[in-house]
């Protein structure tokens, strides 16, 4: 069992930063990959970036690539996504996920969700 909490969202204006976090807890949190998602209203769950458990992969949406970055810290339990130069189209709830696969969190699917935490960019 991983439970994962998000905080760090909020309002913040076009060209801005943020940076989410997600604390993890369970015992099997270190061997699980881990990432982020997102929904915007009347939009699917898209993949925004992962991170494999001994932080050698990294993957993420062609959207944020070069603007976002994922990391964690496996001693802390927690995961990170700094995100910089927000666009208003990052607009979105952000979900932390953990799978034990990264090609799951890929496909914006996970076996563990967060509760989500509101970005809103304005222009």
């Known amino acids: 069992q991983v439970q994962l909490v998000e905080s760090g969202g909020g309002l913040v204006q076009a060209g801005d930063s943020l940076r989410l976090s997600c604390a993890a807890s369970?015992?099997?949190?270190?061997?699980?990959?881990v990432g982020w998602s997102r929904q915007a209203p009347g939009k699917e769950r898209e993949f925004v970036a992962a991170i494999s458990w001994n932080l050698i992969t990294t993957n993420y949406a062609d959207s944020v690539k070069g603007r976002f970055t994922i990391s964690r810290d496996n001693a802390k339990s927690t995961v990170y996504l700094q995100m910089t130069s927000l666009k208003p189209e990052d607009t979105a709830v952000y979900y932390c996920?953990?799978?034990?696969?990264?090609?799951?969190?890929?496909?914006?699917?996970?076996?563990?969700w967060g509760q989500g935490t509101q970005v809103t960019v304005s222009s």
């Open positions: 996920a953990a799978a034990q696969n990264i090609r799951i969190l890929i496909t914006a699917k996970a076996d563990y």
């Open positions: 369970g015992r099997a949190f270190p061997n699980y990959y």
